[in-house]
C-alpha cells in the first residue's frame, strides 16, 4: 500500500513514478511541510518578460499615486488595481550599448533580470551576471523541492548569433544560475507537468507516464487510494480545498491531452513549425496552461520562484487571434507610423489581459488565511520601452501581489530618471526574505515601495 510520506518537510500522495505534492491545508496534516508559522505564507516571486518594447502612449498613466486611471493597455487589470502597483522611471543602464553597439533585444533579456552588461560574444565565450531569481533560489531552493522553475513559450538555440554579434544564449534566456550559465526554460507544458508530478527513478517515472497514456489514465489514479485515507483524517473544509486543488490538477491533465491530441490531427502542420507535441496549438492557450502549473507549483511549495518569458527578446511572433498578421519585432520599429502603433498596442495589451488571468488564477487559490497573489510579488514588463528607439529608461513594468503583507499596491509610483531597475530587484528578493543590500548596478532598495 501507498503511504502519504513526507520529504525535506514537504508532504506528498506517492505511487510508483507519481508524487503529487499537498498544498497548504489548515490543519496539521500539512501545515508544518510548508515550514508555516505564525508569521504567515512564504512569498513567491515571479519575473515575467515581454520583448519589443511597448507603445507607451496607452501604457503609462498621466496621474501619479493613488487617484490614477488605467490607460488602454492595462485596463484588463482594473479590477486587480490593488493588487498591483503600476511602475515608471526606472532604468536599465546595462541594456544600454555602453560602446558595444547594436544588439539592443538581446542585450534587453540579458540585463532583465541580471542588471548586469552582457558580453557582445556570439562564440562559446558568453558573460552576462547571476539573475535575481536564481539568486532567491540560492537561499530559497533550499526549502523547496525544485530551487526554481524557467517557462517560455518560444525555445531556440543556447548558442550561435541571434542578434548583431550578441550570442543566443541572451535572447532565449533571462535566468542566468551564475555569470556564465544561462538556465534553459521549458517551453513544453506536458514536461512542466512531468516534472513536477513525477517521482523515482528515470525508468519508473518514464513507465508512469506511458503507462498513463497508454490506459488513458490520470495521474490521480495512482494516488487514489492514498488521496481518500487522507480525505478522511482531513476536516471539512480542508476536505473541500484537497478537493478543489485535486480537480485543478485533473483539468490541467485534460487540457494537456487536449494538446496532444491537436497536435496528433495536425502533425505534419505543426512539425514545419517545429512545434513539439503537447504544445497547445494557440499561443493564449500556452502561456495559461505554462501559468496554470507555475501556480500549482507556488500552491505546493514546489518552488517559490518562476521565471516566464512570453515570448523571446526581438521575436516577430504574429498574432493572429487578436488581428494581428505581422510580425511583433517588425512591427516595433514602427517610426510613428499610427497603424502599426495601433498594433503594438493591441499586442501589449494582449500579453497583460493573459497576465490578468493568471492573477486571477492566483487571487483565487487559498494560500493559509489569504490567497496566493497575496502572499506572491510578481513583476511584468520588458528592459526595452519603445522598440523604434530601443531606450532602457522609463521601463514599462507593473507589479502584482502583496508580498504576504509588506506592500502598498493601487499605486502608480514615478520614480527619478535614470533610477536602477536592479533597485526594484533588491526590494522583490528583500520581501521574500533574501537580505542583500545590492544586486547588480543597484544603488538598494526601492524607495517607498515595501514597507
Known amino acids: 500500500m501507498n503511504k502519504i510520506f513526507q520529504t ?4 506528498f500522495l506517492k505511487g510508483v513514478g507519481t508524487a503529487v505534492a499537498l498544498p497548504f491545508l489548515d490543519s496539521s496534516v500539512t501545515r508544518s511541510a510548508f515550514g508555516a508559522s505564525a508569521a504567515g505564507q512564504p512569498v513567491r516571486l ?3 518578460f515581454i520583448p519589443n518594447g511597448v507603445n507607451l502612449e496607452h501604457w503609462t498613466p498621466k496621474q501619479a499615486g493613488f487617484n490614477y486611471e488605467l490607460p488602454k493597455t492595462l485596463q484588463s487589470l482594473q479590477h486587480l488595481k490593488n493588487d498591483i502597483n503600476v511602475i515608471t522611471g526606472l532604468t536599465h543602464d546595462k541594456g544600454r550599448a555602453n560602446g558595444d553597439g547594436a ?3 538581446a542585450r534587453s533579456a540579458g540585463v532583465f533580470l541580471t542588471a548586469a552588461q552582457p558580453l557582445k560574444s556570439e562564440g562559446a565565450e558568453i558573460r552576462a551576471g547571476q539573475s535575481a531569481d536564481q539568486r532567491a533560489a540560492e537561499i530559497l531552493g533550499k526549502m523547496t523541492r525544485f530551487p526554481s522553475i524557467e517557462l517560455g513559450t518560444e525555445g531556440g538555440r543556447p548558442f550561435g548569433k ?4 550578441y550570442s543566443c544564449a541572451y535572447s532565449n534566456n533571462i535566468s542566468w544560475k551564475n555569470e556564465t550559465t544561462p538556465m534553459s526554460k521549458i517551453t513544453n507544458p506536458r514536461e512542466v507537468f512531468e516534472r513536477l508530478f513525477g517521482d523515482g527513478t528515470k525508468r519508473e517515472k518514464t513507465e508512469n507516464a506511458e503507462r498513463r497514456k497508454r490506459y488513458k489514465k490520470s495521474i490521480l489514479d495512482f494516488v487514489l487510494e492514498d488521496s481518500r485515507q487522507l480525505n478522511k483524517a482531513l476536516p471539512t473544509s480542508d476536505q473541500r480545498k484537497l478537493d478543489e486543488y485535486l480537480t485543478a490538477v485533473r ?3 485534460l487540457r494537456l491531452e487536449k494538446a496532444e491530441q491537436d497536435y496528433a490531427s495536425h502533425q505534419e502542420f505543426l512539425r514545419h513549425y517545429n512545434q513539439p507535441e503537447g504544445v497547445p496549438d494557440q499561443y ?3 502561456v495559461r496552461l505554462l501559468g496554470d502549473m507555475m501556480i500549482l ?3 505546493t511549495d514546489s518552488t517559490r520562484v518562476c521565471s ?6 526581438g521575436s516577430n511572433r504574429s498574432y493572429r487571434t487578436i488581428g494581428v498578421r505581422e510580425g511583433h519585432h517588425s512591427l516595433s520599429h514602427h517610426q510613428s507610423n499610427q497603424d502599426k502603433l495601433e498594433k503594438i498596442q493591441l499586442i501589449d495589451q494582449h500579453h497583460v489581459h493573459l497576465f490578468s488571468y493568471i492573477l486571477d488564477r492566483m487571487k483565487a487559490t487559498p494560500d493559509g488565511d489569504s490567497n496566493l497573489l497575496h502572499n506572491s510579488l510578481l513583476v511584468f514588463g520588458s528592459s526595452i520601452s519603445d522598440g523604434n528607439r530601443h531606450n532602457n529608461e522609463n521601463l514599462p513594468l507593473v507589479t502584482a501581489g502583496h508580498a504576504g503583507g509588506r506592500l502598498v499596491n493601487g499605486r502608480h509610483i514615478m520614480y527619478p530618471e535614470e533610477t536602477p531597475m536592479a533597485n526594484l530587484l533588491v526590494s522583490m528578493l528583500n520581501a521574500a526574505g533574501v537580505d542583500d543590500p545590492y544586486f547588480g548596478d543597484s544603488t538598494g532598495p526601492l524607495r517607498n515601495f515595501i514597507s
Open 162 to 165: 541571434c542578434d548583431s554579434g
Open 251 to 253: 483539468e490541467i491533465e
Open 103 to 105: 544588439g539592443d533585444h
Open 8 to 11: 525535506d518537510r514537504r508532504k
Open 46 to 48: 515571479g519575473f515575467f
Open 297 to 299: 507549483a507556488f500552491q
Open 284 to 286: 493564449e492557450d500556452h
Open 308 to 313: 516566464f518569458m512570453l515570448a523571446n527578446a
